[in-house]
């Protein structure tokens, strides 16, 4: 069973409801402090970049987010069903500077560069795998947690 | 919202002061704050992201946009950034090389560079 399992309609407020749940959960499974602002960054890309296709493609749709802890450690999932994935550029920064994409959005979620958001995901995180096809596409980010510690007297019961 | 505004000016420079997450929910806000300054014939802005707890890439989008306009007008946006969560992530993007980042307001007002 999931450890939290979110499903989110595509709205840029959203973006911050998923953030605060997984890191929430995270915490909860133990994920080490100085992991949490990367997590949230990456959850906070893969997310906008979710809801933005679906904004787009698939507005009666929700974006899912799965957060497992299991032996792997922490595993997030961020799934939309929007179209395949383009290539991940090797350069984050070079959509930002790019003329052509700066739209002038009328709605939030048009901001929203999905290509950017995907390289700067996979160029953060290592574990970072993305599963495209044309049902959707799945990011998949993993992070370890620590192992807990047994102490001497774990078990004792004591019978008086 | 989770985003504050507010603007003063420091002689010539319009200093604009961030607080709370910019995300794609509020970086909108940002985002018509800045064309309005422009619009105004505001084209040196310093930014001051001190009190920013968040930043994402459609925040930075929103500077960039902000850099591009100013620069239409000959003028220059500026940032004001000690916190090492937010510099990581114009560095990791590769924007430290496009934006100027500063200690501090009074040092970013008084930059001509």
């Known amino acids: ?23 929430a959960a995270a915490r909860r499974a133990g994920i080490e402090d100085e992991l949490v602002d990367e997590l949230r960054f990456a959850v906070g890309e893969a997310c906008s970049r979710a809801m933005g296709l679906h904004a787009r493609y698939a507005p009666e749709q929700p974006v899912r987010i799965t957060v497992d802890d299991g032996p792997a ?30 739209v002038d ?3 939030d979620l048009e901001l929203v560069d999905p290509d950017l958001a995907l390289a ?20 998949t980010l993993r992070w370890p947690l620590p192992v807990p510690a047994r102490g001497p007297g774990a078990t004792a019961i004591s019978t008086s | 919202m989770d985003l504050s505004l507010s603007t003063r000016t420091e002689g010539d420079r319009t200093v604009v002061m961030v607080g709370g997450e910019i995300d794609v929910y509020t970086a909108p806000k940002l985002r018509e704050q800045l064309i309005d300054l422009v619009s105004s014939g505001q084209y040196h802005l310093v930014v001051d992201m001190e009190g920013v707890e968040f930043l994402d890439s459609t925040g930075l ?20 950034c000690t916190q090492e969560r937010i510099l990581k992530i114009f560095r990791i993007t ?8 500063h200690a501090s307001v009074d040092e970013a007002v008084a930059a001509t560079d």
């Open chain 1, 1 to 23: 069973m999931a450890l939290v399992e979110l499903r989110l309609p595509p709205l840029a407020v959203h973006v911050r409801t998923a953030r605060l749940v997984v890191v």
């Open chain 1, 73 to 102: 450690g922490l595993v997030v999932s961020v799934i939309d069903e929007g179209p395949a994935a383009g290539p991940v550029p090797d350069d984050p920064s070079a959509g930002l500077l790019d003329d052509a994409a700066q």
């Open chain 1, 105 to 107: 959005a009328d709605s």
């Open chain 1, 120 to 139: 700067l995901v996979t160029g953060l995180v290592d574990t970072a795998t993305v599963d495209a096809g044309p049902a959707g596409t799945t990011v």
């Open chain 2, 61 to 80: 989008g929103v500077l960039v946009g902000g850099l591009k306009r100013v620069r239409a007008h000959e003028g220059s946006l500026r940032l004001v």
């Open chain 2, 94 to 101: 590769g924007l430290t090389k496009v934006f100027p980042i």
